[in-house]
């Protein structure tokens, strides 16, 4: 990969794309991650306004301070980069409060995992709304188009995708060209939705690098029996994940109602 020429490309779509959109710049929430570095240092390559949203829900420290240390080093790079810190837990908790109990509460974990992710979206909008920015999303390639690791109007709610072609291998390559704080690069993907350590690994089943393998090989339309081993496992969970997540990577199905069963249209009439 050409990375510095990728640096250049996407900066320059996010200019114009935002340009002609009549926007002043970006709102992008900064998890800790390397994906969230990578694209809010690109948007900040803009010179266009970013706005950096820190929405801790019982967030781990670990997230907290490699997001506060890379959002100081985008103020200290980038004049026209600013920070809004907005403590989500309170709201989270008083939600999940007014939510019917349940009897075991493990049956509700990953419904109150996503609806971390939508609370954060929606607060993301609301700035967005209020000065005239693009949420700019951070999902990569495999997440996005591969697995479906990510929330549906959650972190999937966004207005512009930067890094949405890029592999994941390929955003570190670029993180390491950007000059990403190394405990950004250093630490294990994690969707930080859990409020403990599991690593996107941990829930995922196999890492980016394998996942990425797969993705060329479904590519190439193989399938399971061409492998063994270890690569068949992994090729295995690829499938299982991109066919239980199609949903979220195709468009919204319409019910299409037949011409015959629907009124004439009338213009002099057409209520």
């Known amino acids: 990969?050409?990375?510095?020429k990728v640096i250049e490309h996407i900066v320059k779509w996010l200019k114009d794309y935002a340009t002609n959109a009549k926007c002043k710049g970006f709102v992008i929430g900064i998890s800790g991650g390397i994906d969230s570095a990578v694209t809010s240092t690109l948007?900040?390559?803009t010179g266009l306004d970013l706005l950096c949203l820190e929405m801790p829900i019982?967030?781990?420290?670990?997230?907290?301070t490699r997001a506060d240390k890379h959002i100081d080093w985008l103020t200290k790079n980038f004049t026209s980069v600013n920070r809004q810190l907005v403590n989500l837990t309170p709201v989270f908790d008083s939600l999940v409060a007014a939510f019917p109990k349940v009897e075991n509460e493990e049956e509700r974990f990953m419904s109150l995992a996503n609806t971390r992710a939508r609370l954060r979206m929606t607060t993301l909008y609301?700035?967005?709304a209020l000065e005239g920015y693009l949420v700019a999303g951070t999902g990569n390639k495999v997440e996005d188009f591969g697995v479906g690791f990510y929330t549906k109007y959650g972190d999937g709610g966004v207005d512009l995708s930067p890094i949405a072609d890029l592999l994941k291998t390929e955003v570190y390559e670029i993180g390491r060209v950007l000059g990403i704080n190394q405990d950004i690069m250093d630490a294990a993907p994690t969707d930080g939705l859990w409020g403990d350590s599991r690593t996107d690994e941990d829930q995922i089943g196999a890492s980016y690098p394998e996942l990425e393998w797969a993705m060329e090989m479904d590519a190439q339309n193989k399938i399971i029996d061409d492998?063994?081993?270890?690569k068949r496992e992994v090729f295995g969970i690829y499938k299982k994940f991109n066919t239980s997540n199609r949903h979220k990577m195709i468009p919204i199905p319409i019910c299409e109602i037949p011409t015959h069963l629907k009124r004439p249209f009338n213009p002099k009439n057409p209520a």
């Open 126 to 128: 609301y700035f967005a």
């Open 43 to 45: 948007c900040a390559k």
């Open 227 to 230: 492998f063994s081993y270890r």
């Open 1 to 4: 990969m050409q990375t510095e």
């Open 58 to 64: 019982h967030q781990g420290t670990k997230q907290v």
